[in-house]
Nanobody
Framework: QVQLAESGGGLVQAGGSLRLSCAAS????????MGWFRRTPGKEREFVAA????????FYADSVKGRFTISRDNAKNTVYLQMNSLKPEDTAVYYC?????????????????WGLGTQVTVSS
């Protein structure tokens, strides 16, 4: 079993930055593919970014490409999401997710473990 805990959300003005962190416990972190997803009221959970187990490769939704960066520190059992040039449409609850299978997938259904989420609000 894997436990995930997000932190770093908050209120920021448009154009600003935030860094989300997700601390993992309960499993060998380096064996997990990690992802970030977000959800706004009335919408399905959507893919934001994912990173391979080693951290060598990262994948992004078109809506965040060039603005967000996912990274991981396997020594600290933590994955990060650096969010720059934030827009009001980035406002959502952001979730960290872990996948025990090596292949990276972009669908929420492909992830086995989830955190409780952290709220990000971007004001215009």
């Amino acid at each position: 079993q894997v436990q995930l805990a997000e932190s770093g959300g908050g209120l920021v003005q448009a154009g600003g930055s935030l860094r989300l962190s997700c601390a993992a416990s309960g499993s060998t972190f380096s064996s997990l593919v990690m992802g970030w997803f977000r959800r706004t009221p009335g919408k399905e959970r959507e893919f934001v970014a994912a990173i391979t187990r080693s951290g060598e490769s990262a994948f992004y939704a078109d809506s965040v490409k060039g603005r967000f960066t996912i990274s991981r520190d396997n020594a600290k059992n933590t994955v990060y999401l650096q969010m720059n040039s934030l827009k009001p449409e980035d406002t959502a609850v952001y979730y960290c997710a872990a996948r025990a299978v090596v292949i990276v997938v972009l669908s929420p259904s492909g992830y086995d473990y989830w955190g409780l989420g952290t709220q990000v609000t971007v004001s215009s």
